[in-house]
């Protein structure tokens, strides 16, 4: 069970980030979108993928809200707390500092989005106009941040004084999914040799075969994605895949969104010829060592689209995973959406994010802080949103009754103190991410873990 586990979530986050970034990244130089704003919507949907649809899972399926609910929660609490904490700590000995505006600005955002979730969950029940409410406060969010950077582009533009924070890296961008997925690659493999002390033939043939092994162990999860999930950057086209995945993704489509009812076979039908004329289209109209130049657009939407469906298809395999889990160990669902699940989603925000602190100067301190509370924020209000509207919908002209438990107004309020802490002692301390900031961070989240372990698995 342990091993599906792992596995139904290696294959969620992989597939956010070799397919559905790769597609967001074409989209976005297609529609050539600012920086700014491709970092705050496209970049941000790549990195909160997996959250994203594991929330919506949950919500669209009776019985499992509570773990979607939760894990949004307890991965902004994870990823405000326990990342923002390791992130400031492995760079204290630099003693870096951040921006006062930009880092106030994310953490009294995110506090404005959790004390609105506070304010549905204590009603307990949200209408349709009200779920639309709280899903567009992202786009006033964007706002802000576009705003704001424009503020302090033209501020800089009229003062010639050297400038210590980098612009260019000066955005709230919370993906850095290629560092992440080179990073998350290099530890499929065990590290069992160094790469710079290879220098026998037997350590080579050790590598070698270690290299192998973990493709054969791979193919059985990746082939069915690249049969499907169109693929037209340059470094990943081959003109075999691209026949093939356009010609089956209409099918999957169908195959998966099955609400056609008794015209189902027609659908199938058509979608079997659209395919076969889209594979021969290609087939006749493109070369076997670039991509397309012709409806690039189309292809990156339809690889948009596979990926959606992909990454939704393994988020509700996770979700029952996790619901099946729950059940043999005796364990509260939400208990598992609130730490395991929710730990899972945060595991490429902690690697990138420490990662980008480390190399990226003074700037990557800067884009990394921001990214741990500008990642909750786009969790909490499209993932989150995006759930309710669903829901809501469905029970349209009725309210929908928010599932809640004593639980998450615990998690809300260590949240709630986490980023308490943050606005105090970091201003306090003229804005250097040091061990004490980065420890209290980490402090309140132990307490707040060992404090859900406890009524748990206490005595009841």
């Keep these: 069970m342990a091993t599906f586990k792992i596995l139904s979530k290696y294959r969620t986050s992989d597939t956010a980030s070799s397919y559905f970034c790769s597609s967001l990244e074409g989209l976005s130089k297609s529609l050539k979108l600012s920086p700014i704003i491709a970092g705050v919507t496209l970049l941000s949907l790549g990195n909160g993928a997996p959250d994203l649809f594991s ?41 870096r500092k951040i ?29 349709l106009w009200g779920a ?63 790469k710079g002390e290879m220098q026998s033939g037997k350590q080579r043939e050790i590598f070698y075969v270690l290299r192998k092994v973990g493709y054969v162990l791979e193919l059985p999860l990746d082939l069915p994605r690249k049969l499907t999930i169109p693929n037209v950057s340059q470094e990943k086209w081959s003109k075999s895949f691209a026949i093939v995945s356009i010609t089956l993704a209409p099918l999957l489509l169908v195959l998966i969104w099955d609400f056609f009812g008794p015209e189902s076979s027609i659908w199938y039908g058509f979608s079997g010829v659209l395919g076969i004329a889209c594979g021969l289209l290609v087939f006749f109209t493109s070369d076997g060592l670039h991509p397309p130049k012709k409806f690039n657009f189309l292809w990156l939407v339809l ?9 939704y298809i393994l988020a509700e395999e996770l979700i029952s995973l996790l619901v099946a889990m729950g059940l043999i160990l005796g364990i509260s669902p939400s208990i598992l959406g609130l730490t395991v699940l929710a730990w899972g989603n945060s595991l490429g925000d902690l690697v990138a ?22 990642g909750p924020i786009f969790n909490t209000l ?19 009754v928010v599932p809640t438990d004593s639980s998450v107004y615990e ?48 005595p009841h």
């Design 353 to 374: 994010n420490v990662t980008l602190a480390k190399t990226g100067g003074p700037g990557g301190a800067q884009v990394a802080l921001c990214g741990c509370y500008a």
């Design 132 to 194: 639309l409410a709280f899903f567009f406060l992202y786009f006033v969010y964007v706002c802000f941040i576009f705003v704001s950077e424009m503020y302090v582009r033209e501020e800089k533009c009229l003062d010639s004084a050297d400038i210590v924070i980098d612009d260019s890296l000066d955005l709230p961008i919370i993906c850095n999914m290629k560092k992440a997925q080179e990073l998350s690659y290099e530890l499929r493999v065990p590290l069992l040799v160094n």
């Design 411 to 458: 998690t809300i309020g260590f949240l709630i103190l986490g980023l308490l802490w943050a606005l105090v002692i970091l201003p306090k301390r003229d804005m250097k991410l040091d061990k004490f900031f980065g420890v209290g961070l980490l402090a309140i989240y132990s307490c707040f873990l060992f404090l859900k372990l406890a009524k748990e698995f206490g």
């Design 55 to 95: 929330s919506i899972v949950s919500f669209m399926n009776d019985g499992t809200n509570n773990i979607g609910l939760n894990s949004i929660i307890g991965g902004a609490f994870f990823v405000s707390s326990v990342v923002a904490g390791i992130t400031s700590i492995s760079i204290s000995q630099h003693e």
């Design 303 to 311: 690889g948009f689209l596979m990926s959606i469906t992909w990454t």
């Design 99 to 127: 921006k006062k505006s930009s880092f106030i600005g994310n953490v009294m955002f995110l506090i404005l989005c959790v004390v609105c979730l506070l304010v549905v969950i204590v009603i307990g029940k949200i209408h």
């Design 382 to 400: 499209v993932g989150l949103g995006l759930s309710l509207i669903f829901t809501t919908w469905k029970a349209f002209p009725s309210s929908y």
